[in-house]
C-alpha cells in the first residue's frame, strides 16, 4: 500500500481477526469518510451471547448491505457472499496472532463485565476460552477463507491488506485528505 493510497469507496468491508482493531478503524475511517459504520456484531448477538437463527441472520445483513453507503466491520465469513458483490472496497486487517492474543486479552481483563458500543446489547465483556480459540487459530484456519472470498468473489474490490497499526494510521490519514 502506498500511503497515498486512500479508500474512496462508498461501500467498505473491514474485516480481520478478533483483536485487530476492526472496530475501532471502521470508527475512525467513517469518521473520515462522512460514512455510517455497521459494526456487525451488534446485528449478529442476541442478548447473553446467543446466536440468531441462520436465515433470519442471512436476510438481515442482506438488508444492511443493500443501504448506499457504508463501512461494515466484522467477518461472519458465512456472509461473504452476501456483501463482498455489494462492497466496492476491502480493509483487511491481518494483524499477527500475538497483536491480536494480547489485545483480546488486554480487552477482556479492563472490559471485564462491560459492554462496548460495537457490542449488542446484553453482551457484556467476559472471558471467553471459544473466542480465544478463535483468534489463536485464526491465521491457520479464518485467514484462507478471508484470501479464498477475496479470490472468488473480490475481483472487483479495492483491497488494502494491513499488517500494523503504521499500516491503518497511513490509510486513515490518506482518506482524512480525500
Not at 459492554?115 to 446484553?122: E, I, N, Q, T
Amino acid at each position: 500500500m502506498d500511503s497515498t493510497d486512500a479508500p474512496d469507496g462508498r461501500r467498505i468491508l473491514v474485516v480481520g481477526c478478533g483483536g485487530a482493531g476492526k472496530s475501532t478503524f471502521a470508527r475512525r475511517l467513517a469518521n473520515a469518510l462522512s460514512l455510517p459504520v455497521i459494526h456487525l456484531d451488534v446485528h449478529y448477538w442476541r442478548p447473553g451471547w446467543q446466536d440468531p437463527d441462520g436465515k433470519e441472520w442471512g436476510a438481515q445483513v442482506a438488508t444492511l448491505a443493500a443501504a448506499p453507503e457504508w463501512i461494515m466491520d466484522g467477518n461472519f465469513s458465512n456472509t461473504f457472499d452476501i456483501r463482498m458483490p455489494r462492497a466496492d472496497t476491502l480493509i483487511w486487517l491481518d494483524y499477527s496472532r500475538s497483536t491480536c492474543m494480547r489485545r483480546v486479552l488486554w480487552r477482556t481483563l479492563t472490559g471485564y463485565g462491560r459492554s462496548r458500543p460495537d457490542l449488542a446489547k446484553g453482551c457484556q465483556e467476559q472471558f471467553d476460552l471459544t473466542f480465544l480459540r478463535y483468534v489463536w487459530s485464526f491465521p491457520r484456519k479464518h485467514r484462507p477463507r478471508i484470501a479464498n472470498a477475496i479470490d472468488c468473489l473480490g475481483g472487483h474490490l479495492r483491497v488494502f491488506r494491513l499488517e500494523r497499526d503504521s499500516d491503518a494510521d497511513a490509510l486513515l490519514a490518506a482518506a482524512g485528505r480525500t
